[in-house]
């Protein structure tokens, strides 16, 4: 299995979107380690968190859950920077080999604040068919699938922290989730769960054995909890049903109302309204028809014939300049005889008379030839201005306001054309009427299906109440009222049988643990790199505490190895057990070498991260590894990607960047 890509929206310090490429492979090689660098509270941890999240849901061991319900940690979850329209988002991608063949899934995980029903809505991805969600098949048997890839019980032994490691190196017993997970591996529930139905058994036979009202109280108390729980199964197959009754009437209301639109139902229903909205635009088109009437009753059909009155206009000028000429000819005319004979008065010689006779004689023969064009309009300046206001207002103006008037009613018929083809896909009356019907009668009745729905499930819930009730009042009864009197058979022999299975167990446990000692002892002495202090590891088949022996055979106390050196032990033990394990899992360390010195961490760098697993993501502090330790795992060629978490104490939120610390 490996983990291909991780995608953090609105979660913890993440605020929106942030995509983390997590596969190792890259340019036909493979470096396991995918390195994290982040200063302390600045969103590790919460990497593994939303890790645990996409994988388990409801059952994810979260650092920051607690006691808290699911519904309160999905909401402590959500980033204080959320917009209340936004929802928080997890994906992670993954590929594993199922059915020798290699398939990728995307687990996409999505909520927001108080989350409705108290969960999270899960989807399933499979990247190999073009991101197409698969069947809600895979969803609900989501647990079941994920238990056979990274069971609960062991995924402590590949996502574990720092502190996990310490509490493990500081006890001599190792802590409970630890011990869950090696009664998973070494296959012991099997035994505990046949020592458990024997005590069963056992109690029936005391049951047996008590007084006659005892017995009656007891029979009382079982064949109540009986009936309830009978009751809840056929209430929850009545529930069933009518879900399943539910869905098909839905579905049924939903055809109806698309045939509804699809028949012209809805603008049936609509009619009056599209009716009255035809008279309104058919009274405005009519409105728009007599602006244009009144246009063309005043100076627009004028337009036609705006050349000719151009041309008038230039004509009545020309006429006008033309006579005013001609008063101006006469007098000077007039002048120039006056002029003559002023000049025949004066004392000149006839030579100089004749000259000056000839030029002005010469002159009123010029001004006589030019007697301009015969006028024929006879127009006045009055009627020109009032004709040059005309063609350069009155008709522009006109024109102006009949183009407006064109243009709205083109858009006021377009309005009308579309109407008129709205109400003629209404449906008739009839037809409007049964389709009305129709859908009426199939929201009623998803209605009706729904309080009966609700109605049964309340019932199921105070069920599961009272049978709750009758189990306690069943235990309490049994403990505190029935007095183990008698050692008959039964008893005695369920004890022989306890004993046979607590030593097939101790057996067993012996068995499948010298395999885990010779995984742990070999990870150990490669670990610490000095073959003269510890030869063998014993682990103790009741506690699983560990025995440390020399050469000699002797054993080797605890407290002669330094702190270091039992965190290395701590790690050797959760890396034999992953080995043994057979589950072929990446591995993810928070804060990875703790408070080790200078040569355990650098046997933890050079030996124990490129070899932990073939995907190894380490979110770790500049004080773990550090430029040094960064150094020797790049010159071992052994990290695929870094990252650096940034965190922004003012907002409060961390932003993922490629690279690292140096």
Excluded at 424 to 439: G, M
Excluded at 525 to 539: E, T
């Amino acid at each position: 299995m490996i983990f291909l890509e991780l995608v953090l929206q609105n979660f913890g310090p993440y605020y929106g979107r942030q995509t983390i490429k997590l596969d190792p492979r890259k340019n036909d090689s493979s470096c396991p380690i995918i390195l994290f660098g982040g200063m302390n509270g600045g969103g590790k941890t919460t990497l593994m968190d939303a890790i645990r999240l996409a994988l388990y849901g409801p059952r994810a061991q979260c650092s920051t859950r607690g006691n808290l319900s699911y519904s309160d940690f999905l909401t402590q979850c959500v980033s204080s920077s959320t917009p209340p329209t936004e929802k928080t988002r997890i994906e992670l991608a993954f590929e594993h080999i199922e059915n020798d063949k290699p398939v990728r899934y995307r687990i996409v995980r999505t909520w927001e604040k108080n989350p409705k029903d108290g969960k999270d809505h899960l989807g399933i991805l499979d990247i190999g068919t073009n991101d197409e969600w698969l069947d809600t098949s895979l969803v609900t048997i989501w647990d079941e699938y994920v238990e056979n890839l990274i069971p609960l019980g062991i995924s402590n032994l590949f996502l574990f922290d720092g502190e996990q490691v310490k509490e493990l190196a500081q006890q001599d017993v190792p802590p409970q989730n630890v011990v869950e997970a090696i009664r998973g591996l070494l296959g012991l529930e099997l035994a505990e769960r046949l020592a458990e139905d024997l005590e069963i058994l056992v109690s029936r036979k005391r049951k047996e054995l008590a007084d006659t009202k005892d017995l009656a109280n007891l029979e009382e108390i079982e064949q109540r909890l009986q009936q309830q729980t009978e009751e809840k199964q056929v209430t929850q197959e009545q529930l069933n049903r009518i879900k399943a009754q539910l869905e098909a009437s839905e579905e049924k209301q939903r055809v109806c109302l698309d045939k509804f639109i699809s028949e012209g139902g809805k603008i049936a229903g609509e009619r009056s309204q599209l009716e009255k909205q035809q008279a309104q635009v058919t009274g405005e088109i009519e409105q728009v028809r007599q602006v244009m009437c009144l246009l063309a009753a005043d100076v627009l059909p004028m337009v036609l014939i705006q050349p000719l009155l151009v041309q008038v206009r230039k004509t009545g000028e020309s006429e006008i300049h033309s006579s005013q000429t001609q008063i101006a000819r006469n007098v000077l005319l007039e002048r120039n005889e006056r002029l003559i004979n002023r000049i025949a008065q004066v004392n000149l010689s006839e030579e100089q008379f004749d000259k000056i006779k000839f030029l002005i004689e010469e002159e009123s023969k010029q001004l006589a030839s030019n007697n301009g064009e015969e006028a024929w309009l006879l127009a006045d300046e009055k009627l020109l201005a009032q004709l040059s206001h005309i063609i350069s207002y009155s008709l522009e103006t006109a024109k102006s306001s009949a183009q407006h008037q064109l243009g709205l009613l083109k858009t006021k018929e377009e309005e009308l054309l579309k109407l008129e083809r709205q109400l003629q896909t209404a449906a008739s009356p009839e037809i409007y009427q049964k389709l009305h019907n129709a859908h009426v009668e199939a929201q009623s009745q998803v209605a009706q299906i729904k309080v009966e729905h609700e109605a049964k499930r309340r019932y199921l819930v105070e069920l599961d109440a009272a049978i709750e009730k009758s189990k306690k009042d069943l235990k309490k009864y049994t403990d505190q009222n029935i007095d183990r009197k008698s050692k008959e058979h039964i008893i005695a022999a369920s004890a022989k049988v306890q004993q046979t299975l607590s030593l097939f167990r101790e057996r067993l446990t012996l068995k499948k643990l010298n395999k885990l000692e010779a995984e742990v002892t070999e990870c150990f002495r490669y670990l610490l790199h000095k073959s003269d202090l510890v030869h063998r590891i014993v682990i103790d088949t009741a506690t699983f505490g560990l025995s440390l022996y020399d050469l000699q055979g002797k054993m080797v106390p605890k407290n002669r190895l330094s702190a270091g050196e039992k965190q290395l032990l701590a790690i050797a033990f959760l890396w034999g057990l992953a080995r043994v394990s057979g589950h072929r899992l990446p591995v993810a360390i928070d804060t990875p070498l703790g408070r080790l010195d200078s040569s355990h961490r650098t046997n933890l760098v050079e030996r124990y991260f490129p070899s932990a697993s073939h995907q190894v993501i380490l979110l770790s502090t500049d004080t773990e590894i550090a430029e040094k330790e960064f150094k020797v795992l790049q010159e071992n060629e052994a990290i695929a990607r870094t990252y650096l978490l940034q965190y922004d104490s003012l907002t409060r939120q961390t932003t993922v960047k490629e690279g690292y610390f140096w």
